[in-house]
Nanobody, 115 residues
Framework: QVQLVESGGRSVQAGESLELSCAAS????????MAWYRQAPGKQRELVAV???????SYGEFARGRFHIWRDNGKNTANLQMSSLASEDTGVYYC?????????WGQGTQVTVSS
């Protein structure tokens, strides 16, 4: 069982930047594909960004050019740097870890962007 704990969510003004972090409790963090998802009120959960165990990244269309995902295998963290935030970015951001068919989710961290 992998525990994922997100942090960094808070209320910000439109145009500001914010960094989220996900800490994973596992001895083989480097083997996991890590991702960030988000869910806005009344909407389905959607993929924000993925970083594979090979450090390859992929982004949701809305995130390209504004968001950056990276991982620190020494600290067991997957991080999401978000810039030029807009009200549409408001939602709960969830960390996700996948390995060999096993999927784990964090509890989420709230990001609220005020215009």
């Amino acid at each position: 069982q992998v525990q994922l704990v997100e942090s960094g969510g808070r209320s910000v003004q439109a145009g500001e930047s914010l960094e989220l972090s996900c800490a994973a409790s596992t001895h083989i963090f480097s083997a996991y594909d890590m991702a960030w998802y988000r869910q806005a009120p009344g909407k389905q959960r959607e993929l924000v960004a993925v970083i594979g165990s090979n450090h390859r990244t992929s982004y949701g269309e809305f995130a390209r050019g504004r968001f950056h995902i990276w991982r620190d295998n020494g600290k067991n963290t997957a991080n999401l740097q978000m810039s030029s935030l807009a009200s549409e970015d408001t939602g709960v951001y969830y960390c996700n870890a996948k390995l060999r068919g096993q999927t784990y989710w964090g509890q989420g961290t709230q990001v609220t962007v005020s215009s």
